[in-house]
């Protein structure tokens, strides 16, 4: 029976983790050019229902995702536009992007879909041979596609953050935007692109929950998880090897609250749904230990007229 729960839990837990993968790798580069972007949030609700909406008209599964990504996209520039062109404080304009995109789909969910209806989205794909491994098989090669995506999205964001000219340029411009400006790099070049990159991050971490996860679109589709997106950043301490543990980490425990529930375990209904985002919390309390380890920069607007 323990085996069995525990094999279950796995199971759901990494198709859980995809949509906190995507997007808080993305987040994760806006954070090391020194912009933390807390409309997340937003960008998944809007690119979800944009995704989900493309399908439902269209048909097409893949149309859906490169719609969600060009809206995530466009909302990262937004967030760029606020606050790095007019230097407004992150935080507030990162809530107001937020509620934008809460509003606005759900406005045009009710105006234009009018109720849950189900899409044929991305499914399971099982991995020939493979897939009859004992537990493992069940684990690792019957997935959606976009999970297996999601996970190779690790190794690229190492690669591209640490081993090319352009992640060196993101990591100076969050630690020292003024020593960057004076070697020649566009301090607001990098930032816009860094938010255009989450956007889509974000993008395709939205098409993921409509299109391949719950294949329909419902409000408070993505219960919360781009804040939790962002508060995994910190977590990882803005690795991407960090931030995966930690996608796994909140998925888990979300699925064994799921569990709990699935086999009757008798333990309060309340505290298991809360159980995921208060270990967030709480591991959060515990590995922070008042350093400071992120990007120097973070939430800082910069003024080149006041870099002396």
């Given at each position: 029976?323990?085996?069995?729960?525990?094999?279950?839990?796995?199971?759901?837990?990494?198709?859980?983790?995809a949509s906190l993968l995507?997007?808080?790798?993305?987040?994760?580069?806006?954070?090391?050019?020194?912009?933390?972007?807390?409309?997340?949030?937003?960008?998944?609700?809007?690119?979800?229902?944009?995704?989900?909406?493309?399908?439902?008209?269209?048909?097409?599964?893949?149309?859906?995702?490169?719609?969600?990504?060009?809206?995530?996209?466009?909302?990262?520039?937004?967030?760029?536009?606020?606050?790095?062109?007019?230097?407004?404080?992150?935080?507030?304009?990162?809530?107001?992007?937020?509620?934008?995109?809460?509003?606005?789909?759900?406005?045009?969910?009710?105006?234009?879909?009018?109720?849950?209806?189900?899409?044929?989205?991305?499914?399971?794909?099982?991995?020939?041979?493979?897939?009859?491994?004992?537990?493992?098989?069940?684990?690792?090669?019957?997935?959606?596609?976009?999970?297996?995506?999601?996970?190779?999205?690790?190794?690229?964001?190492?690669?591209?953050?640490?081993?090319?000219?352009?992640?060196?340029?993101?990591?100076?411009?969050?630690t020292s935007p003024?020593?960057?400006?004076?070697?020649?790099?566009?301090?607001?070049?990098?930032?816009?692109?860094?938010?255009?990159?989450?956007?889509?991050?974000?993008?395709?971490?939205?098409?993921?929950?409509?299109?391949?996860?719950?294949?329909?679109?419902?409000?408070?589709?993505?219960?919360?998880?781009?804040?939790?997106?962002?508060?995994?950043?910190?977590?990882?301490?803005?690795?991407?090897?960090?931030?995966?543990?930690?996608?796994?980490?909140?998925?888990?425990?979300?699925?064994?609250?799921?569990?709990?529930?699935?086999?009757?375990?008798?333990?309060?209904?309340?505290?298991?749904?809360?159980?995921?985002?208060?270990?967030?919390?709480?591991?959060?309390?515990?590995?922070?230990?008042?350093?400071?380890?992120?990007?120097?920069?973070?939430?800082?607007?910069?003024?080149?007229?006041?870099?002396?």
């Amino acid at each position: 029976m323990i085996v069995e729960i525990i094999v279950g839990v796995i199971i759901s837990g990494i198709p859980l983790s995809a949509s906190l993968l995507f997007a808080s790798l993305g987040e994760m580069f806006n954070q090391r050019s020194g912009v933390f972007n807390l409309g997340t949030e937003g960008i998944l609700m809007l690119s979800a229902f944009v995704g989900f909406y493309v399908v439902f008209i269209v048909g097409s599964p893949i149309l859906g995702i490169f719609a969600a990504m060009a809206i995530g996209g466009l909302m990262g520039l937004l967030m760029a536009l606020v606050s790095v062109t007019f230097k407004a404080q992150q935080g507030i304009s990162g809530i107001g992007l937020y509620m934008f995109g809460w509003g606005v789909s759900g406005t045009l969910f009710r105006l234009y879909v009018g109720g849950v209806t189900s899409i044929d989205g991305i499914g399971r794909i099982s991995i020939p041979v493979l897939q009859d491994i004992p537990i493992i098989g069940r684990i690792l090669f019957n997935q959606n596609p976009m999970v297996y995506l999601a996970y190779l999205m690790v190794p690229a964001a190492w690669y591209v953050l640490f081993k090319t000219s352009w992640g060196l340029k993101v990591r100076a411009v969050g630690t020292s935007p003024q020593a960057a400006d004076t070697l020649g790099i566009s301090v607001e070049k990098i930032r816009y692109q860094c938010l255009a990159v989450s956007g889509m991050m974000s993008g395709l971490a939205g098409a993921y929950l409509s299109i391949g996860q719950a294949q329909m679109f419902a409000d408070n589709l993505t219960a919360g998880r781009g804040f939790i997106a962002v508060a995994l950043v910190y977590f990882g301490r803005w690795k991407p090897t960090g931030v995966m543990w930690g996608a796994l980490l909140f998925s888990m425990a979300h699925a064994l609250q799921r569990s709990i529930q699935v086999y009757g375990i008798e333990f309060p209904y309340e505290i298991a749904v809360a159980m995921p985002y208060v270990l967030v919390i709480v591991v959060l309390a515990l590995t922070y230990k008042g350093r400071n380890l992120g990007p120097l920069a973070l939430g800082k607007p910069y003024n080149r007229e006041f870099r002396g």
